[in-house]
């Protein structure tokens, strides 16, 4: 049986003035398997992440003090790469440009699904450099991004390693679009010059691979978009 | 009546030239009218000259009698009749005692001897001489109760009179000195005013440049004339009222914003780590909905104050593609597709991103809500800047094309899922993008919503 090993040395910074919120966050946070520690302006939140050590942070926009969005810029001024998802009331044409360009890697708009943010964080984690990207999961399929192995119902399967490819990338965005520009990248380099249909024939033998083993999990097309992988509708 | 003019620089030529054509008439008629009552005079006064002489020479005698002996060299000067001067003098009976002309006639009518000097031209005078102009005078000489009248006459038109010429001559050429000076005044008057009203061009161009997006400029006050600029301070003061309420409206929606997601987000989260999870389901469904409605109420109530930056480029192909990825697993969910298709190439249109972006989300979103399980909305971008959004549904009754777009209006207000302000928000976005928006039924079944936005000028020229 494969296990995150590391998972729970994952320590998030919440900076969020809503005690009750803050308090709710955090205990959903270590419930599902973070350490969590919370600060409620951005004074505090400055001095926390000079002093200490966090894997990412939950930062909401309404501060007391500050825009939040000052934590954000203070980070980037530091060059501190830290993975941090912007919480924010303001859903407006007038905030969400201005907050990403700050350099946030992800935001959520109040208010928001709990597990949705819990995947958010997971997908922050997950990038090049954290330990969570060891091991994806989409239904019954399970892929050890270290040693590039595919299971189904934790069984083994033997896949090419284009093929595997393909898995990855869209297992590391399962229940979203991942651009087929961005596919095409993953397989072939931007160097050489595959087929306009390359992709296409490799996603259609995945697909037809794990049909035959049983997978639950369905490769959807997006037509002019890209791709999806999520578990099959029951 | 003054003609009604735009500009006041065609104002000022039209008055400029009025007074200019007055001033060319008035100003050498009156030069003239001065010039020749001076000529007049100067002639006048010669003739009494002639006629002071001549008094000289005339005596009476004891007995009453008019005596004229003229030395030789004056006769000479009247000898010649009326090619210069012409003397003849006349008693009180009307008797000629002297004349110069050769029937020895006198020069004025004795009907017309008075007591005062009396001028006369050559009307007065006998026909037989009306050919050249004379000029003449008859003065009374008074002595001991006796009078005799001393007439004296020019021929006007003789070389040797010249200030008449002078005079005429004068009038021509004047014309020729004051109108030049009167144009040269026009054109630097031109000049003057072009130069005088270019601080109010300059302005116009700044106000020209002032969008609701971009609230913060002002016109510019420095080198405005002094008249101006009460109107250009006034114009200022109301950007600076224009602004506050812009900024006090989009502060307003900010806070409301955060009020009313603050509760709502603590209440999602409590429910979404609520140990029950069958009671959590039920009140998660309600507060989605809730939080939607919360969401559709703050963007309209954002987009009262929405404008577009006429500067911002944006690729709608790009976008387009976004809200497909965006939208897709929602489609799926409901086992439904999406495709986008058309232009692959990028498509250049003027307006705001997130804002394109929710429109054809919200247009999206509604195609996926009726599209028929198993069958694919279809978004096609054309490169003349229109997505058309195609659903395989059962249509848009036609009596109800345009109730969808308002406010709070759904087809089935028993069915949940639908604020009713999803299209509003659509509408209110492509107004704000001077685009269009229109929806059709499809031949084949279902709906097919066009929304047209305004191609960049550059891609316009590579259509």
Redo the contacts between chains.
């Keep these: 049986m494969l296990r995150f090993g590391n998972e729970c040395a994952m320590r998030l910074l919440i900076v969020e003035d809503?005690e009750?919120?803050a308090k709710?966050?955090s205990?959903?946070l270590v419930?599902a398997g973070f350490a969590a520690d919370v600060v409620g302006n951005v004074g505090d939140a400055h001095q926390v992440l000079t002093t200490k050590h966090y894997s990412a942070v939950v930062l909401d926009l309404?501060l007391p003090d500050e825009d939040g969005a000052a934590v954000l810029r203070a980070l980037r001024l530091r060059e501190n790469p830290i993975p941090v998802l912007v919480?924010t009331?303001?859903?407006?044409?007038?905030?969400?440009?201005a907050g990403l360009r700050d350099g946030a890697d992800d935001y959520l708009?109040?208010?928001?699904?709990?597990?949705e943010l819990v995947a958010r964080i997971q997908a922050l984690l997950r990038r090049p450099g954290h330990l969570l990207a060891r091991l994806l999961r989409v239904g019954n399929i399970a892929f050890d991004t270290e040693a590039r192995q595919v299971f189904l119902d934790d069984k083994p399967q033997i896949f090419q390693a284009r093929e595997i490819a393909v898995l990855e990338i869209l297992m590391r965005r399962s229940?979203?679009?991942v651009?087929k520009q961005l596919v095409e990248d993953q397989l072939f380099g931007l160097s050489s010059n595959a087929g306009s249909n390359a992709v296409e024939v490799y996603v259609h033998r995945l697909r037809k691979q794990l049909t035959d083993a049983g997978a639950n999990v369905q490769i959807?097309t997006?037509?002019?978009?890209?791709y999806?992988i999520?578990e099959a509708?029951s | 009546m003054m003609p009604r003019f735009k500009s006041i620089l065609s104002r000022i030529i039209f008055l400029h030239i009025l007074v200019i054509g007055i001033t060319a008439i008035v100003l050498p008629s009156a030069i003239y009218l001065l010039l020749n009552a001076t000529a007049t005079n100067l002639q006048n006064q010669t003739l009494r000259n002639h006629a002071d002489i001549i008094s000289q020479y005339l005596s009476l005698t004891p007995e009453g009698r008019w005596n004229l002996e003229l030395p030789a060299d004056l006769l000479a000067l009247y000898a010649h009749g009326y090619n210069g001067f012409a003397l003849s003098v006349a008693d009180d009976s009307g008797k000629t005692l002297f004349s110069s002309l050769a029937d020895h006639s006198q020069i004025f009518p004795s009907d017309t001897h008075a007591a005062e000097p009396v001028y006369f031209t050559s009307s007065y005078l006998h026909e037989a001489r009306d050919a050249p102009i004379y000029y003449g005078v008859s003065i009374p000489e008074h002595r001991d109760g006796h009078t005799a009248w001393i007439q004296i006459a020019q021929n006007l038109e003789h070389p040797d009179v010249i200030v008449d010429d002078i005079v005429a001559a004068f009038l021509f050429r004047i014309g020729w000195i004051v109108i030049p000076i009167l144009f040269l005044l026009f054109a630097i008057d031109i000049v003057i005013v072009r130069r005088a009203i270019r601080p109010i061009v300059n302005a116009s161009k700044s106000a020209q440049a002032i969008e609701p997006s971009r609230l913060e400029s002002r016109l510019p006050t420095s080198n405005m004339p002094s008249e101006i600029l009460p109107l250009v301070d006034a114009i200022n003061n109301a950007l600076d009222r224009l602004e506050k309420g812009f900024r006090i409206q989009?502060d307003f929606?900010?806070d409301a914003?955060?009020e009313?997601?603050?509760p709502?987000?603590?209440?999602?989260?409590?429910i979404?780590?609520l140990p029950d999870r069958k009671i959590a389901g039920e009140l998660?469904s309600d507060?989605e909905g809730m939080?939607r409605l919360v969401?559709q109420l703050?963007?309209i109530a954002?987009l009262e104050s929405?404008t577009v930056d006429p500067d911002e480029l944006i690729d709608l192909q790009n976008i387009a593609?976004g809200v497909?990825?965006?939208m897709?697993?929602l489609a799926?969910?409901q086992?439904k597709?999406?495709?986008?298709?058309g232009v692959?190439a990028p498509v250049w249109i003027r307006g705001?991103?997130?804002?394109v972006f929710?429109a054809i989300r919200n247009v999206v979103e509604n195609a996926i809500r009726h599209t028929a399980p198993g069958t694919?909305v279809e978004?096609e971008i054309g490169k003349r800047g229109s997505v058309r959004i195609l659903d395989r549904g059962s249509g848009i009754p036609e009596k109800d094309h345009e109730l969808i777009f308002r406010r709070f209006w759904r087809r089935d207000r028993r069915r949940s899922g639908s604020t009713g302000l999803g299209l509003a928000i659509v509408s209110r976005i492509i107004e704000a993008h001077a685009g269009t928006i229109t929806v059709q039924n499809r031949p084949e079944g279902g709906a097919a919503f066009v929304l047209n936005f305004n191609l960049s000028r550059e891609s316009k020229g590579s259509v």
Excluded at chain 1, 89 to 97: E, F, L, P, Q, T
Excluded at chain 2, 337 to 341: H, R, T, V, W
């Design positions: 809503n009750e919120l709710l966050l205990e959903g419930a309404g919480l009331a303001r859903s407006g044409v007038y905030d969400r440009v708009v109040k208010p928001f699904a709990f597990e229940g979203r679009v651009p959807h997006i037509r002019g978009v890209g999806l999520k509708n | 989009r929606t900010a914003a955060h009313l997601r603050t709502l987000t603590l209440l999602r989260t409590r979404d780590t998660r507060i939080s969401h703050l963007q954002e929405f593609s497909v990825g965006f897709a697993p799926l969910a086992d597709n999406i495709a986008l298709m692959e705001n991103s997130d804002a929710q694919t978004v």
